[in-house]
């Protein structure tokens, strides 16, 4: 089978697995695992913030950081499909109290006057506006780039409002991979960070959180809080390290593989939902006689897993663990299906 379903697919590399056997551990609830205190320290170097924070998974470290940074009855602005709102389970209702304000992007950018425009002036009948949350890459808008100005516009807007921003950066380094943009510049341009290192990065588990030092503080007792508290978690911060430092530079190649996609589609005759930016590729059946489900179904009888993403959407993500001679077949498949319609 070709795992096309995700980036979280990928199995530890035999270095990851091998750091993990060596780690130097302790109990980290009681500051004393040594790996994943140069994790935190290495992370927060590479976002430029005070201090980060190892956490469990992407939304963990969101909704660590919603709790961080809001009161209960606050409203919060996201964009329409973003991570936070669309695939959390209504979490940051459920946890924080927080009501959501949705606003529409352009492949997941909102404007920062759209933004501006959402912010509650005070008056006692509306909510305080508590967090602004971008997204970058955005996983629904097909792994669109961010550019750099509109986060910094959005961040802007929102300084002059007291208003803080937490950027959802579950695929950060594939923005970078793509534009050579660096993580601190992303990073210049929002208050807190959550990084996945589970993703393309490859680690078996674990995200970053990162910000001032007084923000950690706050979200390292939200985290325990959360039952997140682990102990001798260096077994794993491990091998996050491998991902954070060594795996964030390979991810061009995964971006290469979902442009040979994206040309597989074309050749084929089949059409895309957006132009491919990153690793993420999604194609749009509406114009054959299947849907989204028959597709993915289709794909699965010739070997390759895919999601449906949507009534004619089928999503495709490239990996570590992905080859040339994969997508190879994928195209073979992709003509073959489109002779048989
Ligand atoms: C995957 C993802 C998350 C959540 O990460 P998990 O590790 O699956 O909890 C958050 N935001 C975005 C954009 C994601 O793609």
New binding site residues.
């Given amino acids: 089978m070709i795992d096309l379903r ?1 980036d ?1 697919v990928t199995k530890p590399t035999q270095e990851m697995r091998e750091a993990s056997f060596h780690a130097e551990v302790g109990d980290d609830v009681y500051g004393e695992d040594p790996t994943v205190q140069l994790l935190e320290e290495k992370a927060a170097k590479m976002l430029e913030k005070e201090a980060a924070l190892f956490v ?7 909704q660590i950081a919603v709790l961080t940074h809001t009161n209960p009855g606050n409203e919060v602005i996201l964009e329409e499909e ?3 709102f669309y ?2 389970g209504a979490a940051i209702s459920a946890f924080a109290g927080v009501q959501p304000r949705t606003v529409k992007g352009n492949r997941g950018a909102m404007h920062p006057a759209d933004v501006e425009a959402a912010i509650r002036p005070e008056d006692v009948h509306l909510p305080e506006t508590g967090l602004v949350v971008l ?1 970058n ?3 629904r808008a097909g792994g669109a780039v961010i550019p750099l100005e509109t986060m910094r516009a959005t961040y802007d807007v929102a300084n002059r409002h007291g208003i803080p921003v937490h950027l ?4 950060l380094f594939n923005a970078v991979a793509a534009t050579g943009i660096s993580a601190k510049e992303y990073a210049q341009c929002t208050d807190t960070v ?1 990084i ?1 290192l ?2 393309g990065l490859g680690a078996p588990v ?2 970053i959180i990162a910000g001032s030092q007084e923000f950690i503080n706050h979200a390292r007792k939200w985290r325990k809080r959360l039952g997140g508290g682990l102990r001798q978690v260096g077994v794993v911060a491990a091998p996050a390290m491998i991902a954070l430092t060594d795996m964030s530079k390979r991810l061009h190649e995964d971006h290469e593989l979902a442009k040979e996609i994206e040309e597989g589609i074309k050749e084929a005759g089949f059409e895309l939902a957006y132009p491919v930016e990153t690793n993420i590729v999604i194609m749009d059946v509406a114009k054959t006689d299947m849907n989204a489900e028959q597709m993915v179904e289709k794909l699965e009888e010739a070997g390759i897993k895919a999601v449906p993403f949507g009534p004619t959407l089928v999503r495709f993500v490239t990996h570590f663990d992905i080859t040339k001679q994969d997508i190879k077949i994928l195209k073979k498949v992709f003509k073959s299906m489109k002779n048989a319609l």
């Avoid at 469990?56 to 969101?62: A, H, K």
């Avoid at 959802?168 to 695929?171: C, P, T």
Wanted: proline share 0%; aromatic share 4%; with cysteine.
């Fill in positions: 995700s979280t469990t998974s992407g939304v963990q470290g969101n973003s991570h936070l695939y959390e997204e890459t955005h996983n959802d950066g579950a695929r959550q996945c589970s993703k674990g995200s």
